[in-house]
């Protein structure tokens, strides 16, 4: 009950934050209603010890509706909230300056955020040692191999954000079977990025808010890639609470393209 509690609020906050962005009601119920139902968060609310992805989320979301009413002090609060629960709040950063950017705006208050997580992180990962404590298993593979995982665990995960069958409490990465196969994917990796890339600049003027979520998934999803060695176990491809904050992203674009289809909508959440 707890968990879907903090599922509902993470849903309000991001219908508040599409409001807030102009996109209109249309959109920002599609969009909840996409993040609500979406059955790759099955994990994330089922097991208890798992509501770090929910309690981040709702730090994340409060802090850019704090940055976006330009109340720093607020703001910095809330970044503090999400980083408390899950190390992946430090993307709040990264998203308020492209905020910023896509908006055009000058803001001192990235200097105050930058000093709030910074002062976390040092005594995170100095004295409490980080979240995988002395280990860094991933540190031992050789660059290359953690390059062809990054690459598996990112297409791997949008096309479970996209289409979530077969869910699985482990998806593990194994090694490629052949030089193609490792080229396969890595390029396969670069063509999305790219995508995805190209279609923020083209939306970037006018649709700065599609533009904004389109990227949104980009730096969580690497955070949890092998392309940074962590102290987690290295044949792990990607846990699915993963992409919970990733999805809402996803959940915004895609209600923002449904907000005037409701058959379409109503189709898709079917």
């Known amino acids: 009950l707890g968990n879907w509690l903090l599922h509902l609020s993470v849903c309000a906050l ?26 790759v968060h099955l994990e994330t609310l089922q097991v208890v010890t798992f509501n770090e992805e929910l309690l981040c989320a709702v730090g994340l979301l409060s802090f850019l509706h704090a940055h976006r009413l330009n109340r720093p002090m607020l703001a910095s609060l809330f970044l503090l909230l999400g980083l408390l629960a899950k190390e992946a709040g430090i993307v709040a950063l990264p998203l308020a300056l492209l905020h910023d950017v896509l908006l055009k705006r000058r803001r001192s208050s990235h200097l105050i955020y930058a000093a709030t997580a910074a002062t976390y992180l040092l005594i995170r990962f100095i004295p409490l040692k980080g979240p995988g404590g002395d280990a860094s298993l991933s540190a031992l593979l050789p660059f290359t191999e953690r390059l062809y995982h990054a690459a598996q665990s990112f297409t791997h995960s949008l096309l479970l954000l996209l289409l979530p069958f077969p869910l699985s409490i482990e998806h593990f990465a194994l090694p490629p079977g052949s030089a193609l196969a490792y080229a396969f994917v890595v390029v396969s990796a670069a063509a999305i990025l790219g995508l995805l890339s190209w279609l923020a600049w083209l939306l970037h003027r006018k649709q700065p808010a599609l533009a904004f979520f389109l990227l949104w998934p980009l730096p969580f999803l690497f955070l949890t890639s092998n392309l940074i060695p962590a102290g987690v176990l290295s044949m792990r491809s990607l846990a699915e609470r993963w992409l919970y904050l990733p999805a809402l992203g996803l959940a915004a674009a895609a209600g923002y393209a449904l907000r005037n289809r409701p058959r379409a909508l109503t189709a898709l959440l079917l």
């Open 14 to 39: 991001l219908a508040w934050l599409l409001l807030s962005w102009g996109l209109g009601e249309n959109a920002a119920l599609a969009a909840a209603a996409l993040m609500l139902i979406h059955p």
